[in-house]
């Protein structure tokens, strides 16, 4: 006779994010390998149960899925401090009870929609090099500390010395990430590559 697995119990705690209105709530659970970001309730209805879940709390604004936490961004007319504990637990049951997370083929269907839109490949073949090296810089020194703000920063284009990168999750419309993109990785990319003279950001 098969014995029950007892399942570990899903530990959460929140992290602040430089964005006021976006909070991280990280668990000791992989919940998606790589990065979903919802701001759309139309994109979450399609591909993501969790998010479509949390997009049915009247607070919520958008998920944003990465690794082991849920980037939430609330509606400005909330206070953290009256919701952050329904959310926190809204999150933890939904984990423990092992509802799904994101659907298969969202990864695919992203990269097919960014290959459509030509956004990973928006550059010449003489800057392919260069391009190569802005992306490696970006995902090993930009990514990871960005990532631990609840965000998420992909490159997206090199045209005449101007790079543009997209800022998700928390990053998206936080009021420091202008301040981080200038100072920060303007700053280390220009010094790295001396062809990039300016680096701007649209929102994911």
């Given at each position: 006779m098969?014995?029950?697995?007892?399942?570990?119990?899903?530990?959460?705690?929140?992290?602040?994010?430089?964005n006021?209105?976006?909070?991280k709530?990280?668990?000791?659970?992989?919940?998606?390998k790589?990065?979903?970001?919802?701001?759309?309730?139309?994109?979450a209805r399609?591909?993501s149960?969790?998010?479509?879940?949390?997009?049915?709390?009247?607070?919520?604004?958008?998920?944003?899925?990465?690794?082991?936490?849920?980037t939430?961004?609330?509606?400005?007319?909330y206070?953290?401090?009256?919701?952050?504990?329904k959310?926190?637990?809204y999150?933890k049951?939904?984990?423990e009870e092992?509802?799904?997370?994101?659907?298969?083929?969202?990864?695919?269907?992203m990269e097919?929609?960014?290959?459509?839109?030509?956004a990973?490949?928006?550059?010449?073949?003489?800057?392919?090099?260069?391009?190569k090296?802005?992306?490696?810089?970006?995902?090993?020194?930009?990514k990871?500390?960005?990532?631990?703000?609840?965000?998420?920063?992909?490159?997206?284009?090199?045209?005449?010395?101007?790079v543009?990168?997209?800022?998700?999750?928390?990053?998206?419309?936080c009021?420091?990430?202008?301040?981080?993109l200038?100072?920060?990785?303007?700053?280390?990319?220009?010094?790295?590559?001396?062809?990039?003279?300016?680096?701007?950001?649209?929102?994911g």
């Amino acid at each position: 006779m098969d014995t029950p697995t007892t399942k570990s119990p899903v530990l959460l705690y929140t992290e602040q994010t430089p964005n006021p209105e976006s909070l991280k709530f990280v668990t000791n659970r992989m919940l998606f390998k790589g990065t979903a970001d919802f701001r759309e309730e139309e994109l979450a209805r399609e591909w993501s149960p969790m998010a479509s879940a949390m997009f049915d709390l009247p607070y919520v604004k958008g998920v944003y899925i990465c690794n082991n936490f849920v980037t939430l961004t609330k509606e400005f007319n909330y206070a953290w401090e009256d919701i952050m504990l329904k959310a926190k637990e809204y999150i933890k049951n939904y984990v423990e009870e092992g509802g799904k997370i994101v659907n298969d083929g969202f990864v695919e269907a992203m990269e097919k929609l960014e290959a459509e839109r030509g956004a990973s490949y928006e550059y010449s073949e003489d800057d392919a090099e260069l391009v190569k090296k802005i992306k490696d810089l970006i995902d090993t020194y930009v990514k990871p500390a960005v990532e631990m703000d609840g965000g998420n920063i992909e490159f997206k284009r090199f045209d005449k010395g101007v790079v543009t990168v997209v800022l998700q999750g928390s990053c998206s419309g936080c009021p420091s990430s202008s301040v981080t993109l200038k100072s920060g990785i303007e700053g280390m990319l220009k010094r790295m590559v001396p062809e990039v003279t300016e680096v701007v950001a649209e929102m994911g």
